[in-house]
């Protein structure tokens, strides 16, 4: 018997239809008999609402877990990876210990922010004492870039509050919330471009938390060559990589859509850096997806039915030091490039491979610890229960590079990575 499926907007039917029909599933519409439900955040609110009453069944699986906010709203993600370093550092683990400077070793990889109008007061403190630096605003619950300015003037952030009790900017009914960071100044370039990273991460489960590293991210550039220049602030061309934005500028290239797959970027870096630092840069930003999972693992509804594919985005620095920006719950599935794609094509069937192994009916009760053969582009990048057989002090270790992750991890020999699970 064929599973059924449900999808919620026509582009996310264009992208998914081929996979689903390749299972052998039955696309239904409208009726609520349906094993498998790929569907938006908003719908997601509904299906676990209190009030609706919906009770999903043994047989039928969704692609969001139900409070994913927790990790996907810059506030909530800022907020859960604090209160993760006051934990560790209350129960004396070597993870939260500081340099000189009272900063974070191992727990630094985001950069310093605060959540507006709440911290107004402590953002103000940070800014006096460095007020030539540059802080980039972004409103909570907005994606694609939009909402987002840059500030170097406390005077901006007044008169920004000013105008959001008399203009539809911020409206005093909705009262958004905005996230401000210092921003990365000193971004990694090529080309004289800055870029960033996006990372496909999917997480199956929570408690025991696993997780798999796609292999086939892509780094996003910008149009227009990068500079600090304050003249510039107001150019999003220079200082955001969504393509969203990106496509309307004059220099936008329609063939690649301005993308670099993330194993161009490891082969440029071996070339001009060495193949030690890129494997150590690869490393920390794996590290630093594993921390931000385990941040709000506590705090997850770790609901049977549910899993979740990830769209992280890191900022490199130019001392190769990756900055977490933020996490997406609904990565675009829609392609700007025939690469592009292929990429997401085989990314919806590598997570439904992973989900929904063997295209059989969905069952909810399953170990979900898939076999390696269906794993397709994923490579395990975390499993807690693994990780715990090999003694409490595995994290500390694996930071310390007595244990890497899956491109560090190398067989001597071969040079190929190993799959196994790290940290």
Not at 282 to 296: N, T, Y
Request: proline share 4%.
């Amino acid at each position: 018997m064929a599973g059924k499926v449900k999808w919620v907007t026509d582009i996310e039917k264009s992208v998914l239809i081929n996979n689903f029909e390749k299972r052998g599933w039955i696309q239904v519409a409208e009726n609520e008999d349906w094993n498998f439900y790929w569907m938006s955040v908003q719908t997601i609110r509904n299906v676990f609402s209190v009030e609706t009453g919906y009770r999903l069944s043994d047989d039928q699986i969704v692609n969001h877990f139900p409070n994913h906010y927790e990790l996907t709203r810059k506030d909530l993600m800022v907020k859960n990876i604090k209160r993760y370093r006051k934990e560790l550092e209350k129960e004396g683990s070597p993870l939260a210990e500081k340099d000189e400077n009272g900063k974070y070793i191992y727990l630094d990889f985001v950069p310093v922010t605060f959540m507006l109008p709440a911290d107004y007061n402590l953002f103000v403190e940070e800014f006096r004492k460095n007020p030539s630096s540059t802080w980039i605003m972004k409103p909570c619950g907005k994606a694609q870039g939009k909402g987002i300015f840059l500030i170097n003037k406390l005077s901006q952030i007044k008169k920004w509050s000013r105008d959001s009790k008399t203009s539809s900017f911020v409206s005093q009914s909705s009262k958004e919330a905005y996230v401000i960071s210092l921003y990365i100044n000193n971004p990694l370039l090529i080309g004289g471009k800055k870029f960033d990273l996006r990372l496909y991460v999917l997480v199956s489960t929570y408690r025991p938390l696993r997780c798999y590293m796609y292999k086939l991210g892509f780094c996003r550039f910008c149009t227009v060559k990068y500079t600090p220049s304050t003249s510039e602030l107001d150019n999003m061309f220079v200082h955001l990589t969504n393509v969203a934005i990106q496509k309307h500028g004059d220099d936008y290239n329609h063939i690649h859509g301005g993308k670099w797959t993330v194993s161009n970027l490891r082969l440029y870096l071996e070339s001009t850096r060495g193949k030690e630092v890129t494997n150590k840069l690869f490393d920390e930003i794996h590290w630093i997806i594993v921390q931000s999972l385990k941040a709000v693992a506590p705090v997850m509804n770790n609901d049977k039915h549910c899993f979740e594919c990830y769209g992280y985005d890191i900022i490199i620095d130019d001392k190769l030091k990756p900055w977490l920006i933020e996490v997406n719950a609904s990565p675009s599935l829609t392609s700007s490039t025939a690469n592009d794609r292929i990429l997401k094509y085989n990314l919806i069937n590598d997570t439904l491979n992973i989900a929904v192994p063997n295209g059989e009916i969905p069952d909810c009760k399953w170990n979900k610890s898939p076999p390696k053969e269906v794993l397709g582009n994923y490579e395990v990048l975390y499993d807690e229960e693994m990780a715990q057989s090999d003694g409490p002090d595995r994290d500390m270790r694996s930071r310390s590079g007595q244990s890497t992750g899956i491109k560090g991890n190398r067989a001597r020999d071969s040079g190929k990575p190993v799959l196994t699970t790290w940290k």
